[in-house]
């Protein structure tokens, strides 16, 4: 059974720096993409940033130049380095994966993790 754990959410001040990691129970080398999204209360969910197989990467508007995703093949393991955090970011952070190419370009993940929370003060 494949199982992606989070873990490093916290509550910290505007302006501070988290980063979040996601742990599979499984090898993702070969996973297509893999991404985190968040969800602030009331609001929809978001796709934040995703990472594919061979490591480029795209981010939400929002967040560039702020946020890096990154993944540790060896470790199978996903992370997200969040700098300058606003209020705004305060959500619950999932991480996400696939391994099917025309899964992650029509935007489908088939595992999830659980989440972990992100609460940025001003």
């Known amino acids: 059974q494949v199982q992606l754990v989070e873990s490093g959410g916290g509550s910290v001040q505007s302006g501070g720096s988290l980063r979040l990691s996601c742990a599979a129970s499984v090898a993702t080398y070969r996973w297509y993409c893999m991404a985190w999204f968040r969800q602030a209360a009331g609001k929809e969910r978001e796709r934040v940033a995703v990472?594919?197989?061979?490591?480029?990467?795209s981010y939400t508007d929002s967040v560039k130049g702020r946020f890096t995703i990154s993944r540790d093949n060896a470790e199978n393991t996903l992370y997200l380095q969040m700098n300058s955090l606003k209020p705004e970011d305060t959500a619950m952070y999932s991480c996400a994966g696939d391994p099917h190419y025309y899964n992650c370009k029509n935007g489908y993940f088939r595992f999830w993790g659980q989440g972990t929370q992100v609460t940025v003060s001003s």
């Open positions: 990472i594919a197989t061979d490591g480029s990467t």
